[in-house]
């Protein structure tokens, strides 16, 4: 049974047009994290909560913002998609046993 | 800044054959470090992961080392299966941290 669960496994946007991605996990972890992921390169950290605090990488533009209502929810806004912006979006959870993954949003910008 | 890089990106190995991935870190305050796979189009999967106070640690068909002096990680896989096939990442953090760092990747490919 899928723990972290992403909406929707696919994605297409228009320039310029905002868009939220959706994850939902069944762990209970703390920790949730949003990675954006181009191909056939390494997962690149853009925010994490720890419960609610949030954490958000130097280098994360401002176009990407994140909510996390409650424990299980976590959202990734990006305000005004640009064709770089293109990519597979990783959400992530965790404790003490490790970081786990869900399937991913693959995002196209038309 | 200091990352977790991999020495190879791709590897073809023969079905059957064991396959040894391997993953040079940097940062010497790391203390933690995880094997991922990631399928085309799929999140990466936990394979296996080893803190800094082993220097080895199996699983199913896979064995992770870990070699602090050098500041190296492998990953072997026993009988390289069709369904290995996939790209491999190895990860580093550090106990007090929740972040992790990823090297750049291997892709596998398994020959029949």
């Known amino acids: 049974d899928a723990m972290v669960i992403q909406n929707p496994r696919y994605q297409v946007t228009q320039f310029g047009k905002p868009v939220t991605l959706s994850c939902s996990q069944t762990?209970?972890?703390?920790?949730m994290y949003w990675y954006q992921q181009k191909s056939s390169q390494a997962p690149k950290l853009l925010f994490h909560?720890?419960?609610?605090?949030?954490?958000n990488e130097a280098d994360t533009p401002d176009n990407f913002q994140s909510r996390r209502p409650n424990t299980s929810f976590c959202f990734l806004d990006i305000r005004s998609p640009g064709l770089g912006d293109a990519a597979m979006y990783l959400c992530?959870?965790?404790?003490?046993?490790?970081?786990?993954f869900g399937q991913g949003t693959r995002l196209t910008v038309v | 800044g200091e990352s977790v890089g991999l020495h190879l990106p791709t590897l073809s190995v023969q079905e059957g054959d064991n396959s040894i991935i391997n993953c040079a870190y940097s940062?010497?305050?790391?203390?933690?470090f995880i094997w991922y796979k990631q399928e085309s189009g799929k999140g990466p999967q936990f394979i296996i992961d080893?803190?800094?106070?082993?220097d080895k640690r199996q699983g199913q068909r896979v064995t992770v080392l870990l070699n602090k002096t050098v500041k190296h990680l492998s990953l072997q896989i026993a009988a390289t299966q069709p369904g290995d096939s996939a790209v491999y990442f190895c990860?580093?953090?550090?106990?007090?941290?929740?972040?992790?760092?990823f090297g750049a990747g291997t892709t596998v490919t398994v020959r029949a």
């Open positions: 992530a959870t965790a404790n003490v046993g490790g970081q786990f």
């Open positions: 909560y720890y419960d609610k605090d949030f954490n």
């Open positions: 940062n010497s305050a790391s203390d933690y």
């Open positions: 762990l209970n972890h703390n920790v």
């Open positions: 990860a580093e953090g550090r106990s007090n941290d929740y972040k992790l760092s």
């Open positions: 080893i803190r800094s106070n082993m």
